[in-house]
């Protein structure tokens, strides 16, 4: 099992920057993708970043130059850095975490923290 708890949410506004981090507990595989994800208000849920355990990243269109992705292994937290955040970038952020092993998958994810662009 895997506990992921998340922390720097809250309010913002538009053109300001906010961080997130997600710090990960319990059975983490070598092979795993930290990332996170968000959902705005009658909306799915949507990739925002991930970083697999090589550091590699891979991030959404629409935060692209805005937002950076970083992790620390030796505390097995990943980091969400938000610059000229926009009111559109208004949602819950949740944490992931997937681990890999043997050709199969398992998902984690975080209680979700909020996140809020004032205009």
């Known amino acids: 099992q895997v506990q992921l708890v998340e922390s720097g949410g809250g309010l913002v506004q538009a053109g300001g920057s906010l961080s997130l981090s997600c710090a990960a507990a319990?059975?983490?595989?070598?092979?795993?993708?930290l990332g996170w994800y968000r959902q705005a208000p009658g909306k799915q849920r949507e990739v925002v970043a991930i970083?697999?355990?090589?550091?590699?990243?891979n991030f959404a269109n629409s935060v692209k130059g805005r937002f950076t992705i970083s992790r620390d292994n030796a505390k097995n937290t990943v980091y969400l850095q938000m610059s000229s955040l926009k009111p559109e970038d208004t949602a819950v952020y949740y944490c992931?975490?997937?681990?890999?092993?043997?050709?199969?998958?398992?998902?984690?994810w975080g209680q979700g923290t909020l996140v809020t662009v004032s205009s």
């Open positions: 319990g059975s983490i595989f070598s092979i795993n993708t």
């Open positions: 970083i697999d355990s090589g550091g590699s990243t």
């Open positions: 992931n975490l997937v681990n890999f092993r043997l050709g199969a998958y398992v998902n984690y």
